[in-house]
């Protein structure tokens, strides 16, 4: 299933920009020549095989969710203000603002172009209303991030539908549209749907981990970087539930810390004495198995269901 | 027909927001309750009548045209920097800029979740096909407009296509989508198309017009504004093209001339030497007679014909 990605690689790879006006298609053909996982529509083609449909049935569909995906970065690096993306320079930077907010908007309508593509007329209004739904999720999940950053608190369970919003829910998005490729029935529809959830959310606490304790040298980006920001990962509001008010007083003096190295070992130090690591570990683990769980009801072919494995035993092992 | 406009107004303020997150949703609710001429979805209903849909099936759509309309003023406004739009503070102004991007990436996908709702499966594919090729170039427009700031020079004939699209292809939209959910023959579709452009190019031609020769009192914005900023209107360009070497150089000089009395009124003059309001006015006259022999074509009843040709009689008269 490895030429699942080549397909789609090649199918990016084939989207004809117009020449003119330069400043809106030339920052889309390079976004989407950045390379990325691909994981997304990796996954929606993946499922709809799995459930029986062709690949020319699917392709389209999964080129629209990474389009998308990619639309979101775009908007998001400008409201970040994020002067690299996948090492090299984010298109507000290597163009202007404006032109990340133009060429953005034509994407979204270019993921449209791409979702309804080829798919047979009955299915359209069920593959648009899990796209629409999908995308306002993850239009959601961005401003819930935004606004969390001004907030002085934030339940663990805010930040849980966050992260679910901002990146679970794409993941669910692409799965739950591969299975409607494939005719699947409305109850694996939904399994399929909750396996990306459970997953996604996984994956996304994995970043939150990998970001205090990778191995500097495999890790792409710098570690210690969400400290260094006071960032209110889950580790920082699960430290937050359980750290002593004399403890709280060290960490208070840590956020204003400018010594980055300090910064980052103290905080790490606080982590560890509340095992903070561990219970995001334990969290991990618990979606993990759920996923499993929930994989073992898929209705598809051994050989599916074991990549679709190696998939959630990716999040398990990685290291950036 | 007149209770077109209230069923659309109604619509909009039916239309339910999530109460979080509240900088997503409650700029939205603002920008659509600001008013506007509708025109856009009165149009796409009247054609639909007009070719005999149900209200019912045109209502959605039509709020979609309104709501993908406010989208594009409301990224628009951050680009062009506008603090104003219809005498009020403008989203990015009143929240922020990020908060702007983000609420009308929203409202473009609950564009699309309106443009379907209620429409037959076998009419989607072409809908939607309408909506996006009328998106990609309304975006296309927006960032021809931004280019020609930045050139030094612009035919005539490339800011006819800029207005074009950035304008009347959006009022073409929405008409097609009228004719395609009343089951018009292609050869309608067309018709209805056309009568549209040429209709919205007299219709922004005029505002380039009256940008210049508005009575002040009835005028929303300030007269002479083009003029000050030195815009690339059809006025400019025709002056351009004509202009005798000698006066290029005094209109050099006004084009950094301080005082804007003096610099409107010395602009004034030239136009007025050269004959560029006349031009304007025989192009506005030209589109609008082939306009009103597209309209005669049209094969709906007398009374949304004549209503059809009110709209457009409505752009001769107009002082704002």
Redesign the interface.
């Known amino acids: 299933m490895k030429d699942l990605f080549s397909e789609i690689e090649a199918g990016l790879k084939a989207i004809e920009y117009?020449e003119s006006?330069a400043?809106?298609y030339d920052p889309i053909a390079y976004i989407l020549s950045l390379g990325g996982k691909r994981l997304r529509p990796y996954l929606l083609m993946l499922v709809a095989e799995g459930y029986g449909a062709k690949r020319e049935l699917a392709i389209n569909p999964a080129l629209a969710i990474e389009i998308f995906h990619n639309f979101t970065l775009v908007?998001d690096d400008?409201?970040d203000n994020a002067p690299l993306r996948r090492g090299n320079e984010t298109v507000h930077e290597k163009w202007d603002e404006?032109?990340a907010?133009?060429s953005?908007?034509?994407m979204?309508?270019?993921a449209?172009?791409h979702v309804?593509k080829n798919v047979p007329?009955?299915m359209?209004?069920e593959v648009?209303e899990v796209f629409?739904t999908t995308?306002?999720k993850v239009?959601?999940g961005?401003?819930?991030d935004?606004?969390f950053e001004e907030l002085d608190k934030v339940s663990v369970d805010s930040y849980i539908h966050m992260i679910r919003y901002k990146t679970a829910e794409l993941l669910g998005g692409a799965m739950r549209i591969g299975a409607i490729l494939g005719e699947a029935s409305e109850e694996q529809k939904d399994s399929v749907y909750q396996f990306a959830i459970e997953v996604g959310l996984a994956f996304q606490l994995m970043d939150d981990l990998l970001d205090v304790y990778a191995d500097q040298a495999k890790f792409g980006k710098q570690v210690g970087g969400d400290i260094i920001e006071n960032k209110k990962t889950y580790l920082y509001l699960q430290l937050e539930k359980k750290i002593s008010q004399e403890d709280n007083l060290a960490w208070d003096k840590l956020k204003v810390e400018t010594d980055n190295n300090k910064k980052v070992e103290g905080v790490k130090a606080l982590y560890n004495k509340y095992g903070v690591d561990v219970d995001t570990k334990s969290l991990i683990q618990a979606y993990y198995t759920k996923g499993l769980k929930t994989l073992e009801g898929l209705s598809v072919t051994d050989s599916y269901k074991s990549e679709l494995k190696k998939f959630a035993d990716q999040l398990q092992s990685r290291e950036n």
Chains 1, 2 share one sequence.
Do not use: K, R
């Open positions: 117009p006006p400043n809106l908007h400008i409201m404006n032109v907010i133009l953005g908007d034509t979204m309508v270019q449209y172009q309804i007329a009955e359209l209004h648009l629409n995308s306002i239009c959601e961005q401003q819930l935004m606004d």
